[in-house]
């Protein structure tokens, strides 16, 4: 089984419709973050939190919200999905001593029609 | 604010040949990390190798290796005996101690045969 889970792993949705991306990892890190990628644009972090209480907004947080149900646990949820919110959707793990290894998701990709 | 930049788009190099993609950055940090990523055409997330600001030598990963040169803020990664198995996308990213990472916008990496 993979260390860090993420569901679903491919979505197509309609402009207007709220989505959650679920991601759950088992390597026991306190750091978790979420990254969109757009073709050309490279990953750009929209969430992330260093703990169950601590969640920060990244570069691109604008129409999305997080939830961090446990140290396992984060959520991307996107409340009223629109067009230009398609991509590519991973979430990532790393340890509290920050080495700085991210541990990737295998991405879920969002169509939004 | 910490900026990655990636000045390559896309690459195309022969099989077995040597390439080197480049990446330079900003920050006004004297202690950070400094990453290679490849996503392969499964999406899935790799490191290829990590260096830490604070250390001299560069990085060696068998046929991956790194020019690091701080002062000019620069962070290229030689790939060496290039295999098809390489053809990717490449991306730089950069991480402050015990703070966010930071990804460039990727090259494409094709590799023919």
């Known amino acids: 089984d993979a260390d860090v889970t993420q569901t679903p792993r491919n979505r197509i949705t309609k402009t207007g419709k709220r989505i959650m991306l679920e991601c759950s990892q088992t390597k026991g890190h306190d750091r978790m973050y979420w990254y969109r990628q757009d073709p050309g644009l490279g990953l750009r972090l929209i969430y992330y939190?260093?703990?169950?209480?601590?969640?920060n907004k990244g570069e691109i947080s604008d129409g999305y919200s997080v939830s961090r149900q446990a140290q396992a646990k984060f959520s991307l949820s996107l409340e009223s999905a629109i067009p230009n919110q398609t991509a590519l959707y991973f979430c990532?793990?790393?340890?509290?001593?920050?080495?700085?290894?991210?541990?990737f998701g295998e991405g879920s990709r969002l169509t939004v029609l | 604010a910490q900026t990655v930049t990636q000045s390559q788009p896309e690459m195309s190099v022969q099989e077995a040949e040597t390439v080197t993609l480049s990446c330079t950055y900003d920050t006004s940090e004297s202690n950070y990390y400094l990453f290679w990523y490849k996503q392969p055409p499964s999406r899935q997330m790799i490191l290829v190798i990590r260096?830490?600001?604070?250390?001299?030598q560069n990085a060696t990963e068998n046929r991956f290796s790194v020019n690091f040169q701080k002062a000019a803020k620069s962070f290229s990664l030689k790939i060496s005996d290039s295999q098809l198995g390489d053809t990717a996308m490449y991306f730089c990213?950069?991480?402050?101690?015990?703070?966010?990472?930071?990804f460039g916008k990727g090259t494409r990496l094709h590799i023919l045969p």
């Open positions: 990532a793990t790393s340890d509290l001593v920050a080495t700085g290894e991210l541990f």
């Open positions: 260096q830490e600001a604070y250390k001299q």
């Open positions: 990213a950069f991480m402050v101690l015990d703070d966010k990472i930071i």
């Open positions: 939190s260093f703990d169950v209480k601590d969640i």
